[in-house]
Structures are given as structure tokens and as C-alpha cells.
């Protein structure tokens, strides 16, 4: 079990659960990080005493300075603050739970210092994969993931020492608000239906990516790099129960699953606790009272998201960090209501198809394609 944790994006909803645990596990609190958001992060700081918070901006952390001026908590704000709450001595798990790009130069941080990493960030694989996980390898440090399908899949890979011996990774999904829609009424949904995911409790742009299937999309170049594993080999299937998180299927016909409650505090504890495993919060599965378990084929031409991330995943290069990168912007603009739900997918695809295509990426090529993804998103006529 970890003794020390930084979190990264703690006034999030993965930040907020990944404190719940904390307090649980009566573990200390190195550093907290957020965006804007100061008077709960003031709460944070004077019931779990960090050595050191982190805002977005100067303006949020003089705010913050002022609400906590009495406590012994360093004050930092930006990227240089966020990679030093990654790398701070006395931390030995990062738990990265900001969304987007911004988590990116932080883990390879934390990496770099050989920090336990509890992966909540799917940018960082998803643009970075190979970057990233060859840096975890170097750096001999731990990627423990938090995604509950990624944590899944983890988990049923437990016992099995042979890579030779996986056939293929099988990740669920929830199929979001709009399941079984056809296109045709997929074009008048509104931004409030897209927001109301009906098992999980998430933050604003990743339930509009479960809406949209991209987040399965981004999940499914994920299991790529943590699993190293080619995209053919990584199947999705719509499991509207969200009770069987993901599954494993071995090459001698044997399909092993991980079960549990639609809760994400369960794969957060895990990747803290690794290799142990601790009594949770988190309410037991019920067998008797979760009703059946059903399994569907996802709906490509509803949800053409899903698609393009494979084929980005196949692509490789700099294809999934434009896809990305595009993404973010179009559902910060469908989040203002400047677009609907279809120019999400529609302004992707037009980033994928006009960005420059680079073969192999290093980081600064990574986060410049990242920056004409966005640039071609806004300046994109639909």
C-alpha cells in the first residue's frame, strides 16, 4: 500500500472519490491540485492538510492564499506547480485525474521521478502511448490504471504471466443516454440529455464522450499501450448494466470478467492498495438484485466515434493525438452550445483529414499536433 498521495484534479469527480478513499485508508495527502475551483479546494486543504496546492491560474491561487493564509500549505499555480505536486519527495502515488492534455507533461514527470502512477487521465495514453510507456519502462515505475474497464482488465490479467496466453481485451459499454437511437434522431438531442449517463457519475466532457462513444474510442487505444496490445485484438461490446467492468479472453476459449458495483472508488483503492486489497467504501455486488446481464454489438453508424478512434489507433503516429486534441475542442463548443451533437464527430474528422500526418512523434511534435487539431476545429465552417 502506497503512504503517500498527490492528486491531480482533486476537486473533480475522480479527485473528490480518490479523497474519500484516502480518508478511508487514513493515507497522507501530499499535494492537491484543481482548475478554478477555490473554495472547494480551501475545504480540501484544511481537512487534509497537503503540503503543497495547486491552481490553474495566479489568480485562483492568490484567491486560494487568502482563504487558507492561516494553514501550513505551499501555494503553487500552472504547469510548473502541477509538476511539482507530481514530483514532490515525500509522494510515492500520483493519482492523475485532470482531463485533457494538461495531464500529459506531469506524469512523464512523475514517471521520471518513479512515482506510482493510478492512470484516471486517458489523454496521456491515448496521444502519448508509446512515449509514455517506454518512459514507465525506463523508469522502472508503475501505471496502475483507474479507468474501471482498464482496472478490469488489470485485474483479470492478475494471474497470467504469459502475454502469449491473451487472445484478446474485451471492453464494456454502457452505450450512454442515447442506446438503441438511430442517426435520424440523434440529430435533435439536446446537450442536457447527452449529460444524463444513466450508471455513472462524471464529469461534463467525459459523459458527453460517453455519449458520443468517443470516451470507448479512447479506451480502446488505451488498452493498446497498457496492454501492448494491437487494436484488432481489442473488442468492445455494449454491456448497459455497467456491472461486468471488461473482460479477458484466453486463448484456450476461457473469457475471465471482473464484476462489482458501478462505483469508481473500488479501481481508485486498487490502484493505491496494489498488490493488496482492502475492505472499500463501496457497497457489495448483489447477484440476487442487479437483474440480468445483456450483451450488444455497438452501433458504428449511429456513433461513427468509435470507429474513427480505430482507425486513428491503426493509423498510429500523431493520428490519435489530433483526434484527441480535436475532440476536446468540439465538446468544449457542443458544452457552450455553439455546435450539436453530430459536428462533434464531423469536426473531428475534419481535423484527422487535414492535420499533417507525422509517422513517429516525439513530445513536442505530439502537443504541436495537439495545437492544430484545435486550430482546425475552430477555424472550421460547419
Not at 348 to 374: C, F, M, W
Amino acid at each position: 500500500m502506497m503512504n503517500c498521495v498527490s492528486i491531480l484534479g482533486s476537486t473533480g469527480s475522480i479527485g473528490r472519490q480518490s479523497l474519500d478513499i484516502v480518508e478511508h485508508l487514513g493515507i497522507e495527502v501530499g499535494a492537491l491540485t484543481a482548475g478554478t475551483s477555490v473554495a472547494l479546494m480551501a475545504q480540501q486543504c484544511r481537512k487534509f492538510r497537503p503540503a503543497l496546492a495547486v491552481m490553474a491560474t495566479k489568480e485562483a491561487a492568490d484567491a486560494l492564499q487568502e482563504l487558507i493564509c492561516d494553514l501550513p500549505v505551499k501555494i503553487s499555480w500552472g504547469e510548473e506547480g502541477l509538476i511539482e505536486a507530481a514530483t514532490l519527495a515525500r509522494v510515492d502515488c500520483v493519482i492523475t485525474a485532470v482531463v485533457g492534455m494538461l495531464g500529459l507533461k506531469p506524469t512523464l514527470a512523475a514517471i521520471g521521478a518513479g512515482k506510482r502512477i493510478g492512470l484516471a487521465n486517458k489523454e496521456t495514453l491515448v496521444c502519448a502511448g508509446e512515449l509514455v510507456m517506454e518512459e514507465a519502462r525506463r523508469c522502472n515505475a508503475e501505471i496502475i490504471p483507474v479507468d474501471s474497464e482498464h482496472s478490469a482488465i488489470f485485474q483479470c490479467l492478475m494471474g497470467c504471466n504469459r502475454a502469449a496466453e491473451v487472445k484478446r481485451l474485451i471492453l464494456t459499454c454502457s452505450g450512454g443516454p442515447f442506446f438503441g437511437m438511430s442517426p435520424e434522431q440523434l440529430k435533435t438531442v439536446t446537450k442536457a440529455d447527452a449529460l444524463k449517463h444513466p450508471n455513472w457519475k462524471m464529469g461534463p466532457k467525459i459523459t458527453v464522450d460517453c455519449a458520443t462513444l468517443m470516451n470507448k474510442g479512447l479506451e480502446v487505444i488505451e488498452a493498446m499501450h497498457l496492454y501492448n496490445m494491437p487494436v484488432e485484438k481489442v473488442d468492445v461490446v455494449i454491456h448497459r448494466q455497467s456491472i461486468v467492468h471488461s473482460m479477458v479472453e484466453f486463448t484456450d476459449g476461457a473469457v475471465m470478467a471482473q464484476m462489482g458495483a458501478p462505483d469508481m472508488r473500488l479501481p481508485i483503492q486498487l490502484a493505491i492498495t496494489y498488490p493488496q486489497r482492502s475492505d472499500c467504501v463501496v457497497d457489495t455486488l448483489d447477484l440476487l438484485t442487479c437483474g440480468p446481464l445483456t450483451f450488444s454489438a455497438p452501433d458504428t453508424q449511429a456513433f461513427p466515434c468509435l470507429a474513427l478512434a480505430r482507425e486513428c489507433a491503426k493509423r498510429g503516429g500523431n493520428a490519435c493525438a489530433v483526434m484527441n486534441g480535436a475532440n476536446e475542442e468540439a465538446v468544449a463548443m457542443y458544452l457552450r452550445d455553439e455546435i450539436g451533437f453530430y459536428d462533434i464527430y464531423r469536426l473531428v474528422k475534419h481535423a484527422v483529414d487535414t492535420v499533417p500526418y507525422i509517422g513517429k512523434s516525439n513530445l513536442e511534435q505530439i502537443l504541436d499536433s495537439d495545437r492544430l487539431a484545435r486550430a482546425a476545429v475552430k477555424s472550421c465552417s460547419i
